[in-house]
């Protein structure tokens, strides 16, 4: 288990370090929980849609499941273990269609600061995650690794001292300023580190790979008005604060080949505001996303917190249904499915299912998004999909946050 000592010498593990930060950044979340939605009109539960194949370019997936990304911290020294194979073999076993790797530190000093999130550079690093490439797909599913720059958004497990955060401006908030703008040479250098990477993915034989661009994290740091304050080529309007993220879907689409998969991660919502949209209208998202398409990207995977909340008025579409309609591009929805309420609240206090699979396959069936990302009750279940396909949703688990602390489940 990932633990670290506290003042009075007792063990603090990963689920209550991660409770603590979510408390001192939201607040307590139970005490405000919303009231789940109800589903009951939706009518019966039908799962084949989600078990039909789909290909993105030369990637064929047998099913649109996939596993979402989600950071475990459980790779001592940035080096991921057996464990670690193991751990996503049984989600591929379990009939996981398509593995998105947690966060993976880009080859840069700055990528990160805590010593237990996977690398991905390195020999021992790249040799643990090329085992994870092979149990993958000797388990049957498809993987590509997310590849991570942290910015200037500390993490509850950061251990690295004494290397300054890179950002567009030096603010984590509006107003709340903790370090200083990234000089031109150190954007250059983590665009070719973003390369590096891409090509080690193709080395591996993974089958595409993720740019992390959500979240609050660099590069939608750099999307980011509150906090991207520049007046050069990287900042100003939308497209050009979108200039970095841009740059890096190119160095990668360059370091790899013209069909290998690149899927872009991005969100409206960041961890420091919840409330925050970089686009607040369907026109703004497609001035948003256009080049991104240009660049490269074949699969959007539009991370929302609750999946079934529409993302603009007017059209009950998310974000994924909107992206999918601006670009014709392969996207993939996120958030909450399958639970009852969504990950910062979980951070404080276990969750119980939700009967929100219903609209899921509803909105699945009618063309809004072609894959769906699940999170936590991967986490919590590697035989998700094998349940689903029975249709028989009482099966279903509920997520625990203490499941964080182990890779054993």
């Known amino acids: 288990m990932m633990s670290a000592v506290t003042p009075d010498g007792s063990a603090k593990y990963m689920a209550d370090r991660l409770a603590d930060v979510s408390r001192s950044r939201h ?7 919303p009231v789940e939605t109800d589903f009951s009109q939706d009518g019966e539960f039908r799962p084949a849609a989600l078990f039909e194949p789909l290909d993105v370019g030369p990637m064929h997936l047998d099913n649109r499941i996939v596993m979402a990304p989600m950071t475990r911290s459980l790779s001592p020294n940035g080096i991921p273990g057996k464990d670690v194979a193991a751990y996503y073999r049984r989600r591929a076993e379990g009939g996981t269609g398509l593995i998105i790797t947690e966060g993976t530190f880009i080859p840069h000093e700055t990528a990160g600061f805590c010593s237990s999130v996977p690398d991905f550079h390195g020999d021992e690093a790249l040799a643990g995650w090329k ?65 590096r990477a ?10 595409g790979l993720q740019i992390h661009a959500a979240h609050g994290y660099l590069i939608d740091q750099f999307f980011w008005s509150d906090v991207n304050l520049r007046d050069d080529r990287y900042g100003g309007g939308l497209v050009d604060r979108a200039g970095l993220g841009i740059e890096i879907v190119k160095e990668c689409r360059r370091r790899t080949s013209p069909d290998y998969p690149i899927s872009l991660r991005f969100s409206q919502w960041k961890q420091q505001d919840f ?41 009950d579409m998310n974000l994924a249904g909107w992206t999918k309609k601006l670009t014709g591009k392969i996207v993939s929805t996120v958030g909450s499915v399958s639970l009852s309420q969504d990950f910062f609240v979980s951070l404080q206090t276990e969750v119980g299912t939700s009967s929100n699979m219903t609209r899921l396959i509803h909105m699945l069936e009618r ?6 990302s699940v999170g936590r009750a991967l986490i919590t279940d590697a035989t998700w999909p094998q349940k689903v396909k ?8 509920s997520y625990n946050p203490a499941d964080l602390n182990t890779l054993d489940s």
């Open 131 to 195: 085992h994870v490439v092979d149990e993958v797909h000797a388990g049957g599913a498809r993987i590509m690794p997310q590849l991570w720059h942290t910015g200037l958004m500390p993490l509850p497990t950061d251990d690295v001292t004494g290397i300054p955060a890179a950002s567009p401006s030096g603010y984590y908030l509006k107003g709340d300023k903790r370090g200083e703008p990234a000089t031109d040479a150190l954007i250059a250098d983590i665009i070719e580190a973003f390369g």
């Open 275 to 315: 409330a925050a949209r970089l686009a607040q209208t369907p026109d703004e998202l497609e001035t948003f996303l256009a080049p991104f398409v240009d660049a490269g990207v074949d699969l959007f995977d539009c991370s929302t917190r609750r999946f079934w909340i529409p993302e603009f008025d007017g059209s």
């Open 367 to 372: 063309g809004d998004f072609d894959l769906v």
């Open 27 to 33: 607040g307590d979340l139970t005490s405000t929980m």
């Open 390 to 397: 029975t249709g028989d949703l009482t099966k279903l688990m």
């Open 198 to 207: 891409a090509e080690s993915s193709v080395a591996l034989g993974f089958d």
